[in-house]
């Protein structure tokens, strides 16, 4: 089991993320960066969101990590471990995605909290977090994430559409920004950064001649059971898998993953309707 320190499990109750400098080497980056850069099905399933500029941002979204090296990354013990400890208890994997900031077009993600969608697919509390790898590196120039340190204590926010998006309420932000600290999570590729689901966060638009790909594994503790059925899973035992597993299945793109229940733009906007203003995320 990969443990983090009582220091660490205190910042992340405190400040709702934690940053892991290097957590997956050069060569486990490299075959995922190089799987997703081929992979046909990734951009087949990709599909757009506009934020409030109009500016678009793709992104892939997927449910069952599957056993191509995706679901390795998702799976693997030197993750999950942490999401465990820092959930206080065995996790399954809610989705994945891939977010595609392509050079100078790709968009902004308007500030919101994960929770204020994944509460209306019927998750009663907010034991559920993120861990965002960087397949390159991400910077202020390039639309990095931003977070609003400690904003996770004021709960869950109501949330409304901004273009193709749904952000939290403006006037909550505007004080928000007033009384936490907004950091720029500047990371390299191999680095991780795991948060609360009720932290704020946002990014911006991807202004740089250099793309911003990002993996985003996201986990809900098995105890927060959905009551309902949506578009991410209920409840299902996440196997996990020695850390060696990602280069011993090296380049195993979506096509040789098995069903990893594709969530594409047509049922989000379906689920859209259904709930209101609820919509896909990061």
């Known amino acids: 089991m990969t ?4 220091n660490q499990e205190e910042e992340f109750q405190d400040q709702g ?3 892991f400098p290097k957590l997956f080497n050069n060569e486990e980056i490299q075959l995922l960066k190089q799987t997703a850069a081929d992979d046909r099905e990734l951009e087949k399933q990709s599909f757009g969101r506009k934020d409030a500029n109009g500016t678009t941002v793709r992104l892939a ?6 056993d191509g090296i995706y679901g ?3 799976r693997c013990n030197k993750l999950v471990d942490k999401m465990e400890q820092l959930l206080g208890g065995e996790v399954y994997h ?3 995605k891939m ?3 392509d050079p100078e077009i790709g968009g902004a993600w308007e500030w919101h909290q994960d929770y204020g969608y994944w509460y209306n697919f019927g998750c009663l509390q907010p034991l559920m977090a993120s861990a965002m790898i960087a397949l390159d590196a991400a910077t202020k120039e390039n639309g990095c994430l931003q977070v609003l340190k400690g904003s996770h204590h004021w709960g869950r926010i109501d949330h409304t559409l901004t273009g193709d998006q749904a952000g939290a309420d403006q006037e909550r932000i505007d004080v ?3 009384r936490f600290d907004r950091i720029h999570v500047k990371l390299e590729p191999g680095d991780a950064v795991i948060f609360h689901c009720n932290l704020l966060h946002r990014s911006d638009q991807n202004r740089s001649k250099k793309a911003r790909w990002a993996l985003v594994c996201c986990y809900n503790a098995a105890r927060n059971n959905p009551y309902k059925e949506s578009l991410h899973p209920t409840y299902t035992p996440l196997i996990k898998v020695p850390d060696s597993s990602i280069k011993e299945v090296g380049i195993r793109r979506f096509a040789e993953s098995g069903d990893v229940g594709w969530m594409g733009k047509n049922q989000g906007r379906n689920i859209q309707k259904s709930i209101d ?3 896909v995320d990061v």
Request: net charge positive.
């Open 176 to 178: 928000a920004l007033q």
């Open 72 to 74: 390795m990354f998702a």
């Open 61 to 66: 979204l997927w449910n069952q990590p599957g």
């Open 277 to 279: 203003v609820k919509q």
């Open 94 to 96: 809610y989705h994945s």
């Open 3 to 6: 443990l983090l320190s009582k």
């Open 99 to 101: 977010i595609l900031k």
């Open 17 to 19: 993320f934690l940053i």
